[in-house]
C-alpha cells in the first residue's frame, strides 16, 4: 500500500457531479408551470416565470460552472 493516496481528483469529480445534479433537481423540481403563476403568482407577468425558470436551470448550472473554474475544483 503506498504512503501518497491522493484522492483529490475523485472528490473534486464527485463534488460536481453532487453539484450538477442539484441544479437538475432544482430545473425538475422547482421550475414555475402555468398553473403555479395563475395561482400563486397572478400578479406578476409572464416574464416573471421566464426569468425565475431561466436562473433555475440555465443560471444556476452557469453559476456551478463558474465556480468550479474561478476555484480551480
Same mark, same amino acid.
Given at each position: 500500500? +503506498? =504512503?501518497?493516496?491522493?484522492?483529490?481528483?475523485?472528490?473534486?469529480?464527485?463534488? #460536481?457531479? *453532487?453539484?450538477?445534479?442539484?441544479? %437538475?433537481?432544482?430545473?425538475?423540481?422547482?421550475?414555475? +408551470? =402555468?398553473?403555479?403563476?395563475?395561482?400563486?403568482?397572478?400578479?406578476?407577468?409572464? #416574464?416573471? *416565470?421566464?426569468?425565475?425558470?431561466? %436562473?433555475?436551470?440555465?443560471?444556476?448550472t452557469?453559476?456551478?460552472?463558474?465556480w468550479l473554474?474561478?476555484?480551480?475544483?
Amino acid at each position: 500500500m +503506498t =504512503d501518497n493516496l491522493d484522492l483529490s481528483a475523485e472528490v473534486r469529480d464527485l463534488f #460536481e457531479t *453532487k453539484l450538477r445534479e442539484f441544479a %437538475a433537481f432544482c430545473a425538475e423540481h422547482w421550475t414555475l +408551470t =402555468d398553473r403555479d403563476m395563475a395561482e400563486f403568482h397572478g400578479e406578476k407577468g409572464p #416574464e416573471f *416565470k421566464d426569468g425565475y425558470n431561466t %436562473a433555475l436551470t440555465d443560471g444556476l448550472t452557469g453559476a456551478i460552472s463558474h465556480w468550479l473554474g474561478e476555484n480551480d475544483l
